[in-house]
């Protein structure tokens, strides 16, 4: 049997570079990279922002937060942009 590998990615709550505030779902892009959709922190970079337009997402609210997020073989995310009812797809 092989040895578990764990890999943690974070540095634990709050608001500031690497920190997460409500982790909703998480994905690895091509890059290696691992995309992290938290309804309220930021990390390296962040898009989108709360409402109803494209690019803007609604998530919930806190206790009823939901929401998902997934990278295709080519790079492109997808964002299930639940509480308005829809998937968004960006570039990657």
């Known amino acids: 049997s092989s040895p578990l590998t764990t890999t943690i990615i974070g540095k634990g709550i709050g608001e500031d570079e690497g920190e997460f505030i409500f982790p909703l779902s998480m994905a690895r892009g091509l890059d290696g990279r691992f995309v992290v959709l938290d309804a309220e922190g930021n990390y390296v970079t962040q898009f989108g922002r709360e ?8 998530f919930g609210t806190v206790g009823e937060l939901v929401g998902s997020i997934a ?14 009812g829809r998937i968004q797809k960006f570039a990657p």
Do not use: H, K, L, Q
């Open 71 to 84: 990278v295709d073989d080519e790079g492109f995310v997808y964002v299930a942009d639940v509480g308005n």
């Open 51 to 58: 409402g109803s337009g494209p690019g803007e997402f609604n």
